[in-house]
């Protein structure tokens, strides 16, 4: 069965990153048994004047092929991963986990659109995962609920490729320290 994870509002001001909880997650998920990707992981950007975003109001989703026998152990890893990374403690950290199976209900694609102009409120998008019939799973109140289900509806037709670098844990919170010609090189 085909699967997508949206994921959302994992990271804090002070740090973390949805991008980098995906990146966690498909190394743990490739080559699990009965698991194929169907594509690389999908960063979805968001309407960025969003007031209540946490930096740049990005989502994630996870495409996967999956066996039904394995489909329990995979929401389980993506939860607890999701939980373990997340800046919980911070009052911005509001994440959130959706699992829908394809095809993509129409409600989901909608709410994408919304969502890239727009300020979507959370009582709409609990609605829209309920009237969709997607699994939910939400830390808090729920607020990266939005960008998940977003995550998870987005259809694309063209898209670029972006490069993202994590840094060892031992620098999270040091100053950075990047030669400006090898950025360029």
Not at 29 to 52: A, K
Not at 78 to 100: C, E, I, Y
Request: one cysteine or more.
């Amino acid at each position: 069965m085909l699967l997508r994870v949206g994921i959302d509002d994992v990271d804090s001001p002070l740090g973390g990153c949805t991008t980098y909880v995906a990146a966690v997650l498909a190394s743990m998920l490739d080559g699990y048994r009965q698991i194929e990707f169907v594509d690389y992981p999908m960063l979805v950007r968001l309407n960025p004047n969003v007031p209540f975003k946490t930096r740049g109001n990005g989502a994630v989703c996870l495409r996967l092929n999956v066996s039904p026998e394995t489909l329990p152990e995979v929401k389980s890893l993506v939860v607890d991963t999701v939980r373990r990374l997340s800046a919980l403690k911070h009052g911005k950290t509001d994440p959130a986990v959706v699992f829908a199976v394809e095809p993509v209900p129409e409600l989901l694609k909608q709410l994408y659109f919304k969502a890239l102009s727009s300020v979507v409120a959370l009582s709409y998008a609990f609605r829209v995962a309920k009237e969709a019939g997607v699994e939910v799973k939400t830390f808090k109140r729920g607020r990266g609920l939005i960008g998940a289900l977003a995550a998870v509806g987005a259809v694309f037709e063209d898209f670029t490729y972006e490069l993202l670098a994590y840094r060892r844990a031992e620098y999270w919170g040091r100053r950075r320290l990047i030669d400006s010609e090898s950025v360029i090189r």
